[in-house]
T-cell receptor, first 115, second 115 residues
Framework: DQQVKQNSPSLSVQEGRISILNCDYTNSMFDYFLWYKKYPAEGPTFLISISSIKDKNEDGRFTVFLNKSAKHLSLHIVPSQPGDSAVYFCAASAFWETSGSRLTFGEGTQLTVNP | DAGVTQSPTHLIKTRGQHVTLRCSPISGHKSVSWYQQVLGQGPQFIFQYYEKEERGRGNFPDRFSARQFPNYSSELNVNALLLGDSALYLC??????????????FGPGTRLTVT
């Protein structure tokens, strides 16, 4: 059962334009959502997060939007830069007394920003 | 400050052997989690430890075990290795376990190849 899904395996955008990465989840118990960026041969790097009590969080060029009713979140990168080319993972979490606060990841989206 | 460190970087083992992977969390972080990432998929949760106690376990067989030491470092052990255990093993540290402390910071991973 894939509780977090990223339906686009890849996305290609031009430098300077907006990149929009999407993520859907099924478990309504999730109350915190995170985005990570991963380069080959490296571990995931934390980018930005959002609590379920908010619908938007912004950090520099990165903005995450959360639509709880649709169980959907998106990451906007403006403007996109070639160095943003990486695999982006969406992750969701909640705290359960019996199982801690594990992260549940989507499959990832390969973003390519062309100069 | 040093980030999460993992050793070794790469490892080649034969089916049936045993492997131990090591992780040191960010200074001040008390929780360590382990994830397995196979090619083309997002990381899958294996274990979470906090203050030397297991707080969560993912859907992995009993061949997988872990522990956390008084200095908050951790080991992941895998017995009776199978070809399917070949993956990138990621360690992540976080300040705490519980609501409001969901951000996890990942190390570079250990690439395990089972032949």
């Amino acid at each position: 059962d894939q509780q977090v899904k990223q339906n686009s395996p890849s996305l290609s955008v031009q430098e300077g334009r907006i990149s929009i990465l999407n993520c859907d989840y099924t478990n309504s118990m999730f109350d915190y959502f995170l985005w990570y960026k991963k380069y080959p041969a490296e571990g995931p790097t934390f980018l930005i997060s959002i609590s379920s009590i908010k619908d938007k969080n912004e950090d520099g060029r990165f903005t995450v939007f959360l639509n709880k009713s649709a169980k959907h979140l998106s990451l906007h990168i403006v403007p996109s830069q070639p160095g943003d080319s990486a695999v982006y993972f969406c992750a969701a979490s909640a705290f359960w007394e019996t199982s801690g606060s594990r992260l549940t990841f989507g499959e990832g989206t390969q973003l390519t920003v062309n100069p | 400050d040093a980030g999460v460190t993992q050793s070794p970087t790469h490892l080649i083992k034969t089916r049936g052997q045993h492997v131990t992977l090591r992780c040191s969390p960010i200074s001040g972080h008390k929780s360590v989690s382990w994830y397995q990432q196979v090619l083309g998929q997002g990381p899958q949760f294996i274990f979470q430890y906090y203050e030397k106690e297991e707080r969560g376990r993912g859907n992995f067989p009993d061949r997988f075990s872990a522990r956390q030491f008084p200095n908050y470092s951790s080991e992941l052990n895998v017995n009776a290795l199978l070809l399917g255990d070949s993956a990138l093993y990621l360690c992540a540290s976080s300040l705490d376990v519980g609501t409001g402390t969901y951000e996890q910071y990942f190390g570079p991973g250990t690439r395990l190849t089972v032949t």
